[in-house]
T-cell receptor
């Protein structure tokens, strides 16, 4: 079974530029998450999708971050314009759609450096 | 609001020792608890998922326990090896939305170093 795929693995941009990350979840997984992990911290949820609907985006900085999930499968996360404090690892995860008991699987992440 | 705490933040042990990593959570109404491993510069690898109806789960040299009443979980690693060196994270779900899986709330992790 293929895992969660993310690209790119690394990205370096200047502040005020824009950047986009892509995620392909495990086939058949209805729930998709984007997490931000700052160095030395645990991952923090940015947005959760179930199929192509948003379940939770309460912690997404909507003035600069946006995300979509195309046809309930692949997802993109965009930052525009980027700030220095956006430097972090962006993790995508997916899990099956079930009531309560599920297991989340993570991709390798995209390491973003904003200079 | 779910909060997850992990202690210690860092742990260094000689090869061969048995060790315990601790995780505590504030909202005991959880469906499950998941332990992950993270190597430097990598994503998260799922180690063990304990369902709320279970008290423990085992995989090889790893054993995870769950005590919902006290809001605690432990990860026991037997006969540690240098290859076990990594950061270990535990995560508990937030409140579910209409029955679907709530998002995972993570602790800050325990950085384990196993010396040869």
């Amino acid at each position: 079974e293929a895992g969660v795929a993310q690209s790119p693995r690394y990205k370096i941009i200047e502040k005020r530029q824009s950047v986009a990350f892509w995620c392909n979840p495990i086939s058949g997984h209805a729930t998709l998450y984007w997490y931000q992990q700052i160095l030395g911290q645990g991952p923090k949820l940015l947005i959760q999708f179930q199929n192509n609907g948003v379940v939770d985006d309460s912690q997404l900085p909507k003035d600069r971050f946006s995300a979509e999930r195309l046809k309930g499968v692949d997802s993109t996360l965009k930052i525009q314009p980027a700030k220095l404090e956006d430097s972090a690892v962006y993790l995508c995860a997916s899990s099956p759609d079930s009531i309560g008991d599920t297991e989340a699987f993570f991709g390798q992440g995209t390491r973003l450096t904003v200079v | 609001k779910q909060e997850v705490t992990q202690i210690p933040a860092a742990l260094s042990v000689p090869e061969g020792e048995n060790l315990v990593l601790n995780c505590s959570f504030t909202d005991s109404a959880i469906y499950n608890l998941q332990w992950f491993r993270q190597d430097p510069g990598k994503g998260l690898t799922s180690l063990l998922l304990i369902q709320s109806s279970q008290r423990e789960q085992t995989s090889g040299r790893l054993n995870a326990s769950l005590d919902k009443s006290s809001g605690r979980s432990t990860l026991y690693i037997a006969a540690s090896q240098p290859g076990d060196s990594a950061t270990y994270l535990c995560a508990a779900p937030s409140k579910n939305y209409g029955g679907s899986q709530g998002n995972l709330i993570f602790g800050k992790g325990t950085k384990l170093s196993v010396k040869p």
